[in-house]
Nanobody, 123 residues
Framework: QLQLVESGGGLVQPGGSLRLSCAAS????????IAWFRRAPGNERPGGIA?????????YIASSVKGRFTISRDKAKNTVDLQMNSLKPEDTAVYYC???????????????WGQGTQVTVSS
């Protein structure tokens, strides 16, 4: 079974940057659509913020983070990374990566999920 592990979370000041990575063992992430979701404090369900389609598929960035966040694949490392710049306190959340088969990524249904990594933006 595909297992995903997120890394790179932490505490950062407003305006700072973090880079999250989503890694998998035993599977090539390039053949899966990968998305980043986040669950903010007080929210029951995570919301999608960025995704990248399988096999050089298209990317999607939510309007709330467009211009600040980018998603990319590192094929050498077999990761999908989320570069987060100009972070705001409202970006504070648990961030999850998720994977699904198929090239369409901008859908809410994902089959495999990581455990999440905490991002806290605070001065």
């Amino acid at each position: 079974q595909l297992q995903l592990v997120e890394s790179g979370g932490g505490l950062v000041q407003p305006g700072g940057s973090l880079r999250l990575s989503c890694a998998a063992s035993g599977f090539t992430l390039d053949s899966y659509s990968i998305a980043w979701f986040r669950r903010a404090p007080g929210n029951e369900r995570p919301g999608g913020i960025a995704c990248i389609g399988a096999n050089e598929g298209s990317t999607y960035i939510a309007s709330s983070v467009k211009g600040r966040f980018t998603i990319s694949r590192d094929k050498a490392k077999n990761t999908v990374d989320l570069q987060m710049n100009s972070l705001k306190p409202e970006d504070t959340a648990v961030y999850y990566c998720a994977a699904r088969s198929g090239s369409v990524c901008a859908v809410p249904e994902y089959d495999y999920w990581g455990q999440g990594t905490q991002v806290t933006v605070s001065s």
